[in-house]
């Protein structure tokens, strides 16, 4: 939910609430007003029909309930009564809201049962006069504050909106200086420069860790590359003894492990700098075909029985040093751990490759496969990165990849 939508909502539920309450207190200020006013109409009607008595030694001209004053002879004193009541009202053919006055009083020796009253259904009619005018202002409110807080806060975050996108657009290889956002507002200028040293700084490390990545890398295949040379040119010596030449040996693959390993750590750090980064789309058919015709060798020898389904033409947006170190890994692992004469299958679609092949089930979990340096054989000489260079490849193209094992099959699944 944007910004912009959110705080609209919380402005709108807010003004509700406030309205609402507003609306329920009003009411009942207005409600308490005009009951206080018809009492003291009711108490100040009867002074006056005690001092007409007191004067006239007479009763007033007696009315009918709606007229508003009517009297009873009665025998005993009550007490005084101010009551609610419905009354019917011939002119309006239905009972309507008043408030009465009982009381007694005396013309002579004879006793009274006075009754005042005042209607209320006018004062009804007020309160919803007013009530509705009151629900029609706060609507018409409420509908101009929220188009005026809705501009209002689309200009007011509108250089807010421009840095964001500047951000977005941000690109660490072109290193395109981000625009500072001049406006009046004092958090936005602070937050503007804040991002662009914050990118300056950002930039720069990333430059001297790639510097450092690929010095290092290099400062370290050129020993590893005369370790490998001195020691091949022992093995081919004829003056070593056995112990010996199995020692150099053991030296020689040492360091072509760590050539090995110094070259797909480097291309871990290049991958997760973003630096394969492509637009274009390559031809995937052609890589897998081309690197199955690289292993037939290997694939004789352990005398594999293939099924292979290739769709022709499968182009997919990657870069194409990507491409053949996914494929690779992905050929070699199932080639590698498999059984002499076991199956492989290799199925190639416009939603991804599928490569299966038959053996035993794995004593651990799925999810450790895809962790760096994990190995099955902590013997054998493999790095243990070969499926989590896969993984990385696919976060970096927003791909996926996942292993199963089904009908005694162990299934890798990269998809696009």
């Not at 991002?195 to 400062?219: C, G, P, V």
Request: with cysteine; net charge negative.
């Amino acid at each position: 939910m944007k910004l912009l939508t959110k705080n609209s909502i919380y402005f709108l539920v807010i003004t509700l609430i406030v309205f609402c309450i507003g609306g329920f207190v009003f009411y009942y200020q207005l409600q308490s007003i005009i009951n206080e006013e018809a009492t003291e109409e009711l108490y100040h009607k009867k002074e006056q029909v005690i001092s007409f008595i007191s004067q006239q030694h007479k009763l007033p001209e007696s009315l009918s309930k709606e007229g508003g004053m009517l009297f009873y002879p009665c025998d005993k004193t009550t007490d005084e009564r101010l009551i609610d009541t419905l009354i019917y009202i011939r002119s309006e053919d239905e009972s309507l809201p008043s408030k009465q006055l009982h009381f007694v009083t005396a013309v002579g020796d004879q006793k009274y049962m006075v009754i005042l009253n005042k209607a209320m259904f006018e004062a009804d009619d007020l309160i919803e006069t007013i009530i509705n005018s009151f629900i029609i202002i706060v609507i018409v409110l409420i509908v101009v504050l929220l188009i005026t807080n809705y501009l209002y806060s689309k200009i007011a975050w509108k250089p807010f909106m421009k840095l964001l996108g500047s951000i977005s657009k941000y690109d660490m290889e072109k290193h395109k200086v981000l625009e500072l956002v001049k406006t009046n507002t004092s958090e936005f200028n602070q937050l503007s420069v804040a991002i662009h040293k914050m990118t300056e700084r950002i930039y720069s490390d990333f430059e001297n860790l790639k510097s450092f990545t690929e010095n290092a890398s290099h400062e370290l295949q050129t020993p590893l590359a005369i370790i490998n040379t001195k020691t091949e040119q022992l093995l081919q010596s004829s003056n070593l003894l056995v112990e010996e030449q199995k020692q150099v040996y053991e030296i020689n693959q040492t360091a072509k492990r760590l050539s090995k390993l110094n070259q797909t750590l480097l291309l871990f750090a290049k991958i997760e700098n973003d630096q394969f980064r492509t637009d274009d789309k390559i031809d995937f058919s052609k890589i897998v075909e081309s690197k199955l015709e690289q292993f037939e060798d290997l694939i004789a020898m352990k005398h594999i029985k293939l099924s292979i389904t290739i769709k022709k033409g499968v182009k997919v947006k990657i870069h194409p040093m990507l491409v053949e170190v996914l494929v690779s890994n992905l050929l070699s692992n199932a080639i590698k751990y498999v059984e002499e004469k076991a199956e492989i299958g290799i199925e190639l679609s416009d939603k991804g490759l599928i490569v299966s092949n038959t053996g035993k089930p794995f004593p651990i979990g799925s999810d450790k496969l895809f962790e760096r340096f994990f190995k099955l054989d902590q013997g054998s000489e493999s790095t243990g990165l070969g499926l989590s260079l896969v993984k990385q490849i696919a976060l970096l193209n927003e791909h996926t990849v996942s292993y199963q094992y089904l009908n005694d099959k162990h299934c890798f699944k990269y998809m696009f």
